[in-house]
């Protein structure tokens, strides 16, 4: 999916972080849910079953991991193209815990 969409659909879809701790606390999507591909299968019920998921990590290997799990889950999951290397070259939003502008780690 591409990042502009992505951006666009917010309202609709739950996006999915699965970056490590220090990529997501330098910046990440503002409003995005936060879980690590590996703690993906112990926590996939904090995510709303009735929506559909867009999963991003850093390029995108991770995410398309992540899509996956959902999908084999019984989860509706795309994954965001090129990741947040590709959200920031096409200058969107990111920020970090304290909502200053983030970057991508």
């Given at each position: 999916?591409?990042?502009?969409?992505?951006?666009?659909?917010?309202?609709?879809?739950?996006?999915?972080?699965?970056?490590?701790?220090?990529?997501?606390?330098?910046?990440?999507?503002?409003?995005?849910?936060?879980?690590?591909?590996?703690?993906?299968?112990?926590?996939?019920?904090?995510?709303?079953?009735?929506?559909?998921?867009?999963?991003?990590?850093?390029?995108?290997?991770?995410?398309?991991?992540?899509?996956?799990?959902?999908?084999?889950?019984?989860?509706?999951?795309?994954?965001?193209?090129?990741?947040?290397?590709?959200?920031?070259?096409?200058?969107?939003?990111?920020?970090?815990?304290?909502?200053?502008?983030?970057t991508v780690a």
């Amino acid at each position: 999916m591409d990042p502009r969409t992505v951006q666009d659909s917010r309202s609709q879809v739950q996006i999915l972080d699965v970056r490590e701790d220090d990529e997501w606390a330098a910046g990440h999507i503002d409003g995005a849910v936060h879980i690590p591909l590996g703690q993906l299968p112990q926590r996939i019920d904090e995510l709303d079953a009735q929506r559909p998921v867009v999963t991003v990590c850093r390029g995108g290997g991770r995410a398309a991991k992540a899509a996956e799990l959902l999908t084999s889950s019984g989860r509706r999951a795309a994954v965001m193209d090129g990741g947040m290397q590709r959200w920031a070259r096409e200058g969107l939003p990111s920020s970090t815990a304290d909502g200053s502008p983030g970057t991508v780690a």
